[in-house]
């Protein structure tokens, strides 16, 4: 059998340096833009209402919850795409059931509606779906960078741009106070008694497969492999989001590795699950490793398929039309700053385009020490990591996992 090479060492992108420069995230909903991209857009009949609207100050159920009654129409036949931040001004879309008799444009224009403005309402053929997107685009405007820092910063978010970086969760998806993965673990070790609400348990299930995804990650920028395609991974298309196996052997080993580093494909990692699809070889035998240590027998997880069958997601993110510019001062002059903050810092608005399931502060984390404005108490380090407080979730929807519905 013959064998490949390891890959060399990864691009600068692949970790943050250990010192990074102290950067405001959230000063205010302003300062921090999303737009989600739809997957497709309504057919113009059908008894779904489709909503496009952008809010202010309101999570995502809140808002969809709010437009259903406004339609006088039952909020659990709501739908949405994914879950997008409270402290931010944000656009999304929302699917609300109503009979084809009742017009819905009359009852949103009487409706009072603090913090949602409606854009445009066309109606479709069935409800919209966690996933239902292609991405989501982000204009973030950071604050109080030390001026000397800030050429470093542009060049290392322009190298982000060509490189990609890892595609770890942030600490969104570990709940609130962090410790979700913790319950998961006690719940299905039988520990403790697991939640009886389903959304709860689809919630606490993801939060301990993104914490063995993040394991998974860290291992493979620890030995450089996160960016390219080992044999045996299950590598994913760019253009069409296909997963294929890369062989053990062979020369499509090495026309693998050259797609992986023009970014047309990316190794991928697990979302454990019953049915989640296992790669081969090195891969394989480093995924059963970390589940093995977790749990002993990873059948133990066919019990808990009704809260997340499993899944693949690419290690690497891309980050597409990244742009930086400098900011406009806050808007706000009389806002509290957050600890840290105060004194002289310049600000840019960086731009970009994320797949559907990548964390804006993943991208930023890896340049910047974010000191997050919104939260109770400063959140400080890189995305996911350990103690850090949790803002609310950018968009908690991932490839194949569940997501909140009203």
């Not at 973030?140 to 595609?167: F, H, K, Q, S, Y």
């Not at 939640?195 to 914490?211: G, I, K, M, N, V």
């Not at 492999?225 to 989001?241: E, H, N, Q």
Request: hydrophobic share 40%.
């Amino acid at each position: 059998m013959t064998t490949t090479a390891p890959p060399a060492a990864a691009p600068a992108a692949a970790g943050p340096p250990g010192d990074l420069p102290t950067a405001v995230l959230r000063s205010s909903p302003a300062d921090f833009v999303v737009e989600e991209l739809p997957a497709y857009a309504p057919s113009g009949r059908g008894e779904h209402v489709f909503v496009t609207f952008r809010k202010t100050g309101r999570t995502t159920p809140d808002a969809v919850r709010a437009i259903a009654l406004a339609l006088g129409a039952d909020p659990g036949s709501a739908g949405f795409a994914g879950m997008k931040d409270r402290h931010a001004i944000t656009t999304q879309t929302a699917s609300v059931q109503l009979p084809l008799a009742r017009d819905p444009a009359p009852l949103l224009e009487r409706a009072e509606l603090p913090g949602i403005e409606i854009l445009s309402i066309a109606r479709h053929d069935h409800k919209l779906k966690p996933g239902h997107l292609v991405g989501n685009r982000f204009r973030i405007t950071l604050r109080g960078i030390a001026p000397a820092a800030l050429p470093l910063a542009e060049r290392r978010l322009a190298d982000m741009g060509r490189a990609g970086v890892p595609n770890a969760f942030g600490p969104q998806r570990f709940g609130r106070n962090g410790d979700n993965p913790e319950r998961a673990l006690a719940w299905i070790a039988g520990r403790e008694r697991g939640p009886r609400d389903r959304r709860e348990q689809r919630l606490l299930f993801s939060a301990l497969q993104s914490l063995w995804f993040n394991e998974v990650l860290a291992r493979r920028e620890a030995d450089g492999t996160w960016s390219t395609v080992l044999p045996g991974d299950l590598a994913k298309k760019r253009d069409t989001g296909g997963l294929f196996l890369v062989p053990l052997e062979g020369p499509e080993v090495a026309d693998a590795e050259a797609r992986a580093a023009a970014l047309s494909i990316s190794a991928t990692g697990p979302m454990f699950g019953r049915k989640m699809r296992w790669p081969e070889g090195a891969p394989g035998a480093l995924e059963r490793e970390v589940l093995t240590a977790a749990i002993g027998d990873p059948r133990k997880l066919d019990a808990f398929a009704h809260a997340g069958e499993g899944t693949r997601r690419p290690l690497r993110l891309e980050v597409d039309g990244l742009a930086v510019s400098a900011a406009e001062e806050a808007a706000s002059a009389g806002a509290p700053e957050p600890a840290g903050a105060r004194g002289a810092g310049q600000g840019i608005v960086v731009s970009f385009v994320l797949p559907k399931g990548g964390y804006a502060t993943t991208v930023l984390g890896r340049v910047f020490r974010l000191v997050d404005a919104s939260a109770p108490q400063p959140s400080v380090g890189r995305p996911g990591a350990a103690g850090a407080p949790a803002p609310e979730e950018e968009d908690a929807v991932e490839e194949g996992q569940p997501s909140a519905e009203p």
